[in-house]
């Protein structure tokens, strides 16, 4: 049995636990997770039992399955999901081919991703089959890595490690934000990289106090903070990190909140570990914020999940009371930003473990002064 069928096996019994019959998936980061197909652009159709209108003949499939996509991705499916019957287009939509294989009075379990304009189509022209949004079903077996998953995620967060050593080099006041933005993925790329996991953040002086500012051709100033954030994907697996340094000679206001929010970072960190809420966590990190008078100035949440997918369940925020699992991968990233001013963050993404957690960025978190 390899990787993918025990995910399957390991979504059936949740899809059964909830009285699911069948399960739609589409979203190129389960199509993978599930199936192992990295075309991205196909249809995943699985039931807890052979429920479907089609018969397989080819004894090496798994007849409660399958895989409908176009001409395109024929020959990938066969290669990369050789368990898996292949249901062809060729001249078909896919409304008509799940018109095709759905029986009656099932219930089918569909992502939160699904194109509206499907659901609406399904609704109305498949009137037997019930449809169920349940993306927190089907995503729930992501949120605990298999070592397979940690190695990849690891090797991601090292070249962004690798890729900060780098651009040290050629932060200094005169360069523009997007040379060093162009820098750092060009050399993500080079150590294996396939694609950013999200669009790389360099922010300098007053644009680090936006926590998502966009890249511009703003030139570095002398005493500006750059706070860069970036990640890359490396086999289908995300990595995350953000570190923000000084060009020039900061402030005494500057270091001050560089100070509170690496403590913030490190107190978090600490209480990192497998059967504590993530709200809980949050609030290590939260908390000292406030306390220092800058609560006001930290509107995001602590974490978020990595893996296939940049932002993935859980989270480290008020909002979330999931309690954490071992190998779950989060990030540990507080912020102060003062508008108009400056801003800054510090990330890291951690693996959690039974009795703490695997930091794996390992980028230096002192202030570096340029």
Known sequence: MDIFEKRRNNLKELLNEKKFDAVLIESPENLFYYTGFTGGEAAF???????FAFK????????????????????????ECPGIALLRLEKHTYMEVFKELLMSDLKLAV????????????????????????????????????????????????????AFTHVLDIIKPGVMENDI???????????????????????????????????????????????????CVYKGYCSD?????????????MKKVYDIVFEANKRAM???????????????????????????YFGHGLGHGVGLYIHEEPRFSPKCDVVTK???????????????????RIEDLVVVKKDGCEVLSHSPKELIII
Do not use: W
């Open 181 to 231: 933005a162009l820098e750092i993925e060009f050399f993500m790329r080079k150590q294996g990289a396939s694609k950013l996991s999200f669009d790389t953040i360099v922010a300098s002086g007053t644009n680090s106090s936006m926590p998502h500012a966009q890249v511009t051709d703003k030139v570095i100033e002398n005493g500006d903070f750059v706070t860069m954030d970036f990640g």
């Open 56 to 79: 397989i003949t080819d004894t090496s499939k798994d007849a409660s399955m399958c895989i409908i996509t176009d001409s395109r991705y024929y020959e990938q499916v066969e290669k």
């Open 111 to 162: 992502e939160d991703s699904m194109n509206l304009t499907r659901y609406l189509k399904f609704v109305e022209e498949i009137k037997n089959v019930k449809l169920d949004v349940c993306g927190e079903l089907i995503n729930r077996p992501r949120m605990v890595k298999d070592e397979t998953e940690l190695e990849l995620i690891r090797r991601a967060e090292a070249i962004g490690d690798e």
């Open 45 to 51: 159709l699985m039931s807890v039992e052979d429920r």
């Open 270 to 296: 600490a209480g990192i570990k497998e059967g504590v809420k993530c709200n809980d966590i949050d609030s290590l990190a939260r908390d000292y914020i406030k306390e220092c008078g800058y609560g006001e």
């Open 241 to 253: 990190m953000t570190r923000t340094v000084v060009a020039g000679k900061p402030s005494d206001e």
């Open 326 to 344: 071992e190998n779950m991968v989060i990030t540990d990233e507080p912020g102060i930003y003062l508008p108009g001013k400056f801003g800054v």
